[in-house]
C-alpha cells in the first residue's frame, strides 16, 4: 500500500478545534482522521478509517478464535422487544425514538440483548444446540446528555456487542470465561494498558459483571485497586461495616441547643465548644449526616429518599444510581421541603424518619423511605438532627434509638479506605471503560421466552452473557496512550501506514529517490505513506510527520548527495543515518520487528 | 477457512417465509442468510454476512483501482445542511426524522451529497486539491411506503456512495467516465448482467444520469431498449414527435352531438357510427384525450394540472413525476371537478383550458395548467371534447384551433415506439436497479458554497458527480440470477463457501474421511463449508447443499468402500466419482478454475 500525500485526502490543522478537550480528540482531529458531523457525532476520514478497519480486525479475529460467529443486527429496531423487557421506558431520554410513517415505534439501539434473544429462539430449540456465542461490529446509537471528549462518549459510535447463550450456570462461566481471555488478547496485541474491575451491571441486570478500563488521567470512570490485587469500579465497591458495638455502657440520648449548626462543620465545631468529649475531639465522623434526595423512575415517577451517613463523607451519586437502578438519583428541591415540614434543613435526625424508626413522643414522622450507610452498625454513637431548627441530639444509638429501611451504597470511596476482600488499603485512579463483560442470567431469555429442551425434554431457560467492547473509544484510548506534544505516536500494529517517507527540498533526485524507496518498500508489503507534496516546506512536512503519527519516518534529503538516508522512530529513539542502497532492507527489518511485538 | 454445520449458527427452513414473493427474498431467508427484523429491515446471520462482506470486497477494490478514497459519514445527522439544499422537505414522508432530547432535528440520511459536499468544503481550498473522488460503503435509511421484496427494496440497507469533485466540465466528464468503468468492472466480477440506461436523474438534481440495470422479470423498473443500441429508462425515454403538418386543408371545427360517449370507446364507435370517415374507421388514435391530474408540490401546495394526449395512450404517473420532480403527482378528486365545473369529467376539451387557448365564444375558461403530449404538434386533427356533457369536437386542429401551455412526457412508452436515437422500435424490459451514476453539476457545491480558487485566484464553484451501487440490493441480484427451484447456486467469488462436503451416514470412517477431506482444504486456503452433523439424514444433508447453494459440493458415503467420494457442482454439471486420495487436489483445481472465471 501506498499513499501519496500529494492526493491523499487529508489536511492537517495547526489549532486545536474548539470544542476538543482531551488528546486524543485535538489530535485526531487536527491530523485528519477524524472529523465532527453533529454533537458527538463523527466523520471518518481516510486515514482514521484505515485505523479503525485495523482495531476492529484485532477484534474479530480474538471473537473468531473464542468460537463466537459474526452476525450483524439493524441499528433501527421496532419498540416491542425493547417493551418486553421494560428497557423502552428504562432507557428513558439517553435513546434515540422516532416514528415511521405509519406511526410506528422505533428507536436506534443502544445495544442488541433482545434481538439476539429472539434471534436464538427463532432459530435454536434444544440444548444440543448450545453453547452458542454470536457478536457482531455494529453502529450503536446513545442520546448523551453530554458527548464529550470525542471519540470517547460519542452518540454514534461503533461497539463490538458478543452475547453467549447456555443451559446451565457452569456454561455461562465457561462462556464468560473464553470471551474474558479475548478482551485480554484483543487488548494485549492493541498494547493497550488495562485493568480488569469488577463492577455493578446498571440498567441491564444480571450478576457477576467486569469492565476493562485503561488507565488515564481524562478517564471517566474512577476505580479502585489495592496493593493486594483487588480492583473495582468505585460504583461496585462494598463497605467494610465495622462489626456491631455493645451499646450496654451508652449513656441514653438527650438533645441539645446547637443554635445555627445547619452544616456538618458548624455542628462539629460547636459540640467541641458546648459538649466537648473528655477523650478527644469530635469529629465530622461523629455525626449522622441525613441527606434528602429524589429517586426518579424511567416512568418519570418521583419519590423522596433519606440517606443517612457518616458526616465525613460525601453522598457519591453514581455509586447510590448504582444500587438503585434503573432508577436516577437528583438533589431534592425546595418544592419538595416544602411538601415535608418534617424534615428540617440542617437538623434532619432518624427520629422523623420511616416507618420502622421509632418516634419521640409528640415528634412529626414521616413515610420518607430511610437509608443507612453500611458503617452505620448497631451500637455505634452518633450526633445527629433532632428535627428542630437550632436542636441536635447526641449519644443517638443506632439500634437502640432507631433503626432504617436498609442500608444502601451511597457514600464516596476513598483512598485508604479498605479493599472489600482484605487486600489492603485502597487506591484511586481514573480510567476510561473500553469493555465490560457480565453474566445476564436468564433475565433477557425469561422475559422474552428463549427456552431450549433439556436431555429429558424438559424446557430450560437460557442462562446469558453480554460482552462488549467500545471499538471506537478503544481507538480513542489508542491516541490517548500514545501521544506527545508533537502528535499522534501509533503503535504498529494500528498504525494507518507503517513507515512515513518524506522527500524534502526541491531538488527532483531526492524526489526520484523518495519515490524509489516508497515504491519499492509498498511492493514488499509494506504499508507506506509517502509526503510527495512538492512545494511543501521540510518544517511542515517534518510537523504534519510527527502529528500523523506514523511508526517509521524516513527522510530523504540533504544526506543523499552523501547517499545517506534518515530512519526516525517516530515515539522517540534515536535517528539513523542509513545508506541508501540499504535503506528498504533496513526499514523492512525494523518494521517485521515492530509488528512482532 | 472451516465451517461446521454441527455449529454453525444457521438452520434452514422447508417452507418459503408468508411474506415473501420473490426467489431472492424466500431463498435468503430459508437458507438462513437473513432473517427479517422489521418491515424492510433485516438481520445478517454468519453466512449472509460472508457474502455481504465478498460484494463489500469487490466494490472496495474497485472504487481504490479508479482512484476513490474510502470515509465514512454517519448515518444519524442534522436537519441544516439538508435544508440548505431543499432536501430536508422534497424527501417529504421517504426518510426518517427524529428529534434528539435537546429538541434538534435530526435525520437518517437515504445520501450523502451533503454531507461529503461540506467535508470537501471544509477541507479544501484550490483548484490543485481536485479532481478528488469519495467513497463509503454504509447504511442508510428510506421510509419506503412499500418496502417489499426482501432485500431489493428496503429500508435499512448498505449502499456505496462515491461523489467527485472536479473544477470544470471535462473534469467532471472524466471522473464520471472512471467510476462508470468501475461499474462495469465490479459487475463483471460479480458476474452479473447489467444494461446501463440513459435515466432521469429525479430528486437529485443533475445532469448526465445513467442506471445500471440487471434484467430480471421482477425487477421494479421497466426499461426499454432497441436493436441498435440505445437503452433507457422508461422515465427517461423521449418521444419522437411527427414533424407538423399543413393545415390550409383542414376543415373548419364542428361541434357534434356525441350522447353516452364519456370514454375513448364509446366515443370512437360513436363517431364510426355517426361521423364515418371517407378513408378509414377513426381509431383511439384520432382523440385526444386530457386527463385532470393534481400536482403536489413536497411542500404539500396542491395544483391541477390536464394533460392532453392522443386518447390510445395511458398517462404513466412515473414518466410524468420525473419531468415535474420534486412534485408528486395524483389522480383528481371529486372536489377538484367540483371546484372546476368548466372541467366536464368525459368532454374535456382544450377550449376550456389555459391561458393560451382561443376560447369559444361564450365558452367558460380556466386557469388549471394545460400540458401537450409531443405528438400533439401543430397541424394534427382531433376528435376531443366540447366541454359540455354528450357534445365532442370534430377536426379540431393543434396550433390553429389550440395551444397549450407547453409538453410534457406524460404518456406510456409501448413495446414498438422508435427509439429517439433513430436506432429502431423499442422492445420492454424489467430490471433491477443495482447502480446509478450521474453528473450533479455545481447544485449541491452552490447550495452549500463549495469553491476552489482557479489559476487566476478567482473562485470556481465545483461540480460534482454522485455514484451509488445498492450492495445489499447486488447481492439480492445475485442471488435472483443464481438459484433454482431447490436453491441459491453462487458464483464462486461471492460464495459464502467454495467448497461444501457432506458426510453421509452413520460410519465413522465416512466421517474421518470427510473431516480429513474438509481439513485439508480447509489447509490449502479453500473456504470449505463441511456437513458433520451426526444424526440428519443424507436427504436433509443434500437438500440443505442445494439450498445454501456453495458452488462445489464433495459427498463422503457410501462409496467410500470403493475409495470414491463424488463431486456435484452445485450450478449444474455431471457429478464426478473421484478416488479419495485425488480429491483434495482435484477439488482445489477445480474451485482455482472457478475463481478464475
Given at each position: 500500500m501506498l499513499l501519496r500525500l500529494s492526493t491523499l485526502f487529508v489536511r492537517t490543522l495547526r489549532e486545536d478545534p474548539a470544542d476538543a478537550e482531551v488528546a486524543s480528540h485535538k489530535l485526531l482531529v487536527r491530523a485528519g482522521y477524524i472529523r465532527r458531523a453533529a454533537p458527538g457525532i463523527y466523520t471518518w476520514l481516510p486515514l482514521g478509517l484505515r485505523v479503525l478497519g485495523k482495531v476492529e480486525a484485532v477484534v474479530r479475529e480474538e471473537m473468531a478464535a473464542a468460537g463466537a460467529q459474526e452476525v450483524h443486527f439493524p441499528a433501527l429496531l421496532p419498540k416491542e422487544p425493547y417493551e418486553a423487557t421494560g428497557r423502552w421506558s428504562e432507557y428513558g431520554p439517553n435513546i434515540f425514538r422516532l416514528k415511521d410513517r405509519k406511526g410506528g415505534d422505533y428507536l436506534l439501539a443502544p445495544t442488541h440483548e433482545e434481538l439476539f434473544t429472539l434471534l436464538v429462539k427463532d432459530l435454536y430449540s434444544s440444548y444440543k444446540d448450545l453453547p452458542l456465542t454470536l457478536f457482531q461490529i455494529q453502529t450503536k446509537y446513545r442520546d448523551e446528555a453530554r458527548p464529550r471528549a470525542g471519540l470517547i462518549r460519542g452518540r454514534e459510535f461503533v461497539m463490538k456487542d458478543a452475547y453467549s447463550f447456555d443451559v446451565d450456570d457452569a456454561g455461562l462461566d465457561a462462556?464468560?470465561?473464553?470471551?474474558?481471555?479475548?478482551?485480554?488478547?484483543?487488548?494485549?496485541?492493541?498494547?493497550?494498558?488495562?485493568?480488569?474491575?469488577?463492577?455493578?451491571?446498571?440498567?441491564?441486570?444480571?450478576?457477576?459483571?467486569?469492565?476493562?478500563?485503561?488507565?488515564?488521567?481524562?478517564?471517566?470512570?474512577?476505580?479502585?485497586?489495592?496493593?493486594?490485587?483487588?480492583?473495582?469500579?468505585?460504583?461496585?465497591?462494598?463497605?467494610?461495616?465495622?462489626?456491631?458495638?455493645?451499646?450496654?455502657?451508652?449513656?441514653?440520648?438527650?438533645?441539645?441547643?446547637?443554635?445555627?449548626?445547619?452544616?456538618?462543620?458548624?455542628?462539629?465545631?460547636?459540640?467541641?465548644a458546648h459538649q466537648p468529649r473528655p477523650d478527644r475531639e469530635w469529629t465530622a465522623a461523629d455525626t449522622l449526616k441525613n441527606v434528602v434526595l429524589a429517586l426518579v423512575q424511567p416512568t418519570g415517577e418521583r419519590e423522596l429518599l433519606v440517606v443517612g451517613l457518616p458526616g465525613d463523607r460525601e453522598v457519591d451519586l453514581k455509586r447510590l444510581e448504582a444500587g438503585l437502578a434503573p432508577a436516577e438519583v437528583e438533589a431534592?428541591?425546595?418544592?419538595?421541603?416544602?411538601?415535608?415540614?418534617?424534615?428540617?434543613?440542617?437538623?434532619?435526625?432518624?427520629?422523623?424518619?420511616?416507618?420502622?424508626?421509632?418516634?419521640?413522643?409528640?415528634?412529626?414522622?414521616?413515610?420518607?423511605?430511610?437509608l443507612l450507610d453500611p458503617r452505620v452498625v448497631d451500637g455505634t454513637r452518633w450526633i445527629t438532627g433532632a428535627n428542630e431548627p437550632g436542636r441536635h441530639v447526641f449519644d443517638l444509638v443506632a439500634g437502640r434509638d432507631f433503626t432504617a429501611d436498609g442500608t444502601v451504597e451511597a457514600a464516596e470511596v476513598r483512598a485508604g479506605d479498605p479493599a472489600p476482600d482484605g487486600s489492603g488499603p485502597l487506591e484511586l485512579a481514573r480510567g476510561i471503560e473500553?469493555?465490560?463483560?457480565?453474566?445476564?442470567?436468564?433475565?433477557?431469555?425469561?422475559?422474552?421466552?428463549?427456552?431450549?429442551?433439556?436431555?429429558?425434554?424438559?424446557?430450560?431457560?437460557?442462562?446469558?452473557?453480554?460482552?462488549?467492547?467500545?471499538?471506537?473509544?478503544?481507538?480513542?484510548?489508542?491516541?490517548?496512550?500514545?501521544?506527545?506534544?508533537?502528535?499522534?505516536?501509533?503503535?504498529?500494529?494500528?498504525?494507518?501506514?507503517?513507515?512515513?517517507?518524506?522527500?524534502?527540498?526541491?531538488?527532483?533526485?531526492?524526489?526520484?529517490?523518495?519515490?524509489?524507496?516508497?515504491?519499492?518498500?509498498?511492493?514488499?508489503?509494506?504499508?507506506?505513506?509517502?509526503?510527495?507534496?512538492?512545494?511543501?516546506?521540510?518544517?511542515?512536512?517534518?510537523?504534519?510527520?510527527?502529528?500523523?503519527?506514523?511508526?517509521?519516518?524516513v527522510v530523504v534529503g540533504r544526506g543523499l548527495a552523501e547517499g545517506l538516508v534518515e530512519v526516525r522512530p517516530r515515539a522517540g529513539g534515536d535517528a539513523q543515518q542509513v545508506p541508501v542502497a540499504d535503506v528498504v532492507e533496513h526499514v523492512a527489518a525494523r518494521v517485521r520487528e515492530l509488528l512482532a511485538d
Open positions: 462462556s464468560y470465561a473464553a470471551q474474558r481471555a479475548a478482551y485480554q488478547r484483543v487488548f494485549d496485541r492493541l498494547g493497550l494498558e488495562y485493568v480488569i474491575v469488577t463492577a455493578t451491571s446498571g440498567a441491564m441486570g444480571g450478576s457477576r459483571s467486569e469492565e476493562f478500563l485503561t488507565p488515564t488521567a481524562i478517564g471517566e470512570d474512577t476505580f479502585v485497586r489495592s496493593a493486594g490485587g483487588y480492583a473495582a469500579n468505585v460504583e461496585a465497591v462494598t463497605t467494610v461495616a465495622p462489626p456491631a458495638l455493645d451499646w450496654s455502657d451508652a449513656p441514653a440520648a438527650h438533645v441539645e441547643d446547637t443554635p445555627d449548626t445547619p452544616t456538618i462543620e458548624s455542628l462539629v465545631a460547636h459540640a467541641n431534592a428541591g425546595e418544592a419538595d421541603f416544602a411538601a415535608h415540614p418534617e424534615l428540617v434543613k440542617g437538623y434532619i435526625g432518624p427520629g422523623a424518619l420511616g416507618p420502622n424508626v421509632p418516634v419521640a413522643e409528640g415528634a412529626e414522622r414521616t413515610a420518607v423511605r430511610y473500553i469493555g465490560h463483560i457480565f453474566q445476564l442470567g436468564r433475565k433477557y431469555a425469561q422475559a422474552l421466552g428463549l427456552t431450549v429442551l433439556d436431555q429429558n425434554g424438559k424446557a430450560q431457560v437460557v442462562t446469558m452473557g453480554s460482552y462488549g467492547i467500545g471499538v471506537t473509544r478503544v481507538l480513542a484510548a489508542l491516541a490517548e496512550a500514545n501521544h506527545d506534544d508533537r502528535g499522534l505516536a501509533w503503535p504498529a500494529h494500528v498504525a494507518p501506514a507503517h513507515v512515513h517517507v518524506v522527500a524534502t527540498g526541491k531538488d527532483a533526485t531526492v524526489f526520484d529517490a523518495a519515490d524509489e524507496i516508497a515504491r519499492d518498500l509498498s511492493g514488499r508489503g509494506i504499508e507506506v505513506l509517502y509526503d510527495d507534496r512538492p512545494k511543501v516546506s521540510p518544517g511542515v512536512k517534518f510537523a504534519d510527520a510527527e502529528l500523523l503519527g506514523v511508526p517509521l519516518v
